[in-house]
T-cell receptor, first 110, second 114 residues
Framework: QQPVQSPQAVILREGEDAVINCSSS?????VHWYRQKHGEAPVFLMI?????EQKGHEKISASFNEKKQQSSLYLTASQLSYSGTYFC???????????FGGGTRVLVKP | KAGVTQTPRYLIKTRGQQVTLSCSPI?????VSWYQQTPGQGLQFLFE???????NKGNFPGRFSGRQFSNSRSEMNVSTLELGDSALYLC?????????????FGPGTRLTVT
């Protein structure tokens, strides 16, 4: 079943913070995060594994709450380059297929 | 290091035809995954190949098939094309070593079915 991302869209001013959530109705083994800019291919940001630690990519970090079956992506001190659509992909069983959320559109304004 | 390449980049086909898309992974990457992206359905997993073996398959009809060659290059084939197959088809190669994982996407093939 497709994970649910929230919010669907967010508008930020440069330097502001934002949190994107990815929730699943099933227990997760891993969560993958991607960013896709308009007209470009997705870029892999990070993977969080069950029992693993919080990860980071530039000033973007993520956490994985196994009990809540949820992952959160934190955009800290956002930059213009952070604009794009963020997707989470979830894996229920190791080595199984990824199921993607509907995406969260992020627009960072000067 | 060269990135993931996909050919062709754009394709226009007619309903009922078949199409073959190609993906060359990053050197050293043995895993190749395919995804379909549409405005309505979003990003959906098609299949994954590792060392010429299909490891996973998404929920797509049998018209969608793929294969991987000994040099890790991969192809996907869609037979009897339908209008709903119009999409951006993305290929990604990945590498896992110890505790690290990396994945890179190709630019995609934009398929239009008329």
């Amino acid at each position: 079943q497709q994970p649910v991302q929230s919010p669907q869209a967010v508008i930020l001013r440069e330097g502001e913070d934002a949190v994107i959530n990815c929730s699943s109705s099933k227990a997760l083994y891993s969560v993958h995060w991607y960013r896709q800019k308009h007209g470009e291919a997705p870029v892999f940001l990070m993977i969080l594994l069950k029992g693993g630690e919080q990860k980071g990519h530039e000033k973007i970090s993520a956490s994985f709450n196994e009990k809540k079956q949820q992952s959160s992506l934190y955009l800290t001190a956002s930059q213009l380059s952070y604009s794009g659509t963020y997707f989470c992909g979830t894996e229920i069983i190791p080595g199984n297929k990824l199921t993607f959320g509907g995406g969260t559109r992020v627009l960072v304004k000067p | 290091k060269a990135g993931v390449t996909q050919t062709p980049r754009y394709l226009i086909k007619t309903r009922g035809q078949q199409v073959t898309l190609s993906c060359s992974p990053i050197s050293g990457h043995r895993s190749v995954s395919w995804y379909q992206q549409t405005p309505g359905q979003g990003l959906q997993f098609l299949f994954e190949y590792f060392s010429e073996t299909q490891r996973n398959k998404g929920n797509f009809p049998g018209r969608f098939s793929g294969r991987q060659f000994s040099n890790s290059r991969s192809e996907m084939n869609v037979s009897t094309l339908e209008l709903g197959d119009s999409a951006l088809y993305l290929c990604a190669s990945s590498f896992t070593s110890g505790g690290s994982y990396e994945q890179y996407f190709g630019p995609g093939t934009r398929l239009t079915v008329t």
